[in-house]
Nanobody, 124 residues
Framework: QVQLVESGGGLVQAGGSLRLSCAAS????????????MGWYRQAPGKQRELVAV???????NYADSVKGRFTISRDNTKNTVYLQMNSLKPEDTADYYC??????????????WGQGKKVTVSS
């Protein structure tokens, strides 16, 4: 069974930086395709969950317009881990951040694998 375990996050002042990590466990040759695409979503209080960034196994990326130029998604395929480096943080980045994985790019966000969520709070 594939599991996604997140780490990082926390409280930071506006303009600061944080890094989130998400490690996939339970990976074997039969289910390695389940994490072909990995990404981060976030959900702020009272708002819908939204896509933040996505990365393919080959390194193709996509970002929400609101984070372009400030956030960087990366992955280490040898560790089955995806990272989200968040710079120049703004109070509006405050949210619970969730890691997710899927086989195909079009499936990201609609798949079965989600992390438990990590809170990111940016104070003004």
């Amino acid at each position: 069974q594939v599991q996604l375990v997140e780490s990082g996050g926390g409280l930071v002042q506006a303009g600061g930086s944080l890094r989130l990590s998400c490690a996939a466990s339970g990976i074997n040759v039969m289910n390695i395709f389940s994490i072909n695409v990995m990404g981060w979503y976030r959900q702020a209080p009272g708002k819908q969950r939204e896509l933040v960034a996505v990365i393919s196994r080959g390194g193709d990326t996509n970002y929400a317009d609101s984070v372009k130029g400030r956030f960087t998604i990366s992955r280490d395929n040898t560790k089955n881990t995806v990272y989200l480096q968040m710079n120049s943080l703004k109070p509006e980045d405050t949210a619970d951040y969730y890691c997710t994985a899927a086989t195909l790019w079009a499936q990201i966000g609609a798949g079965d694998f989600w992390g438990q969520g990590k809170k990111v709070t940016v104070s003004s």
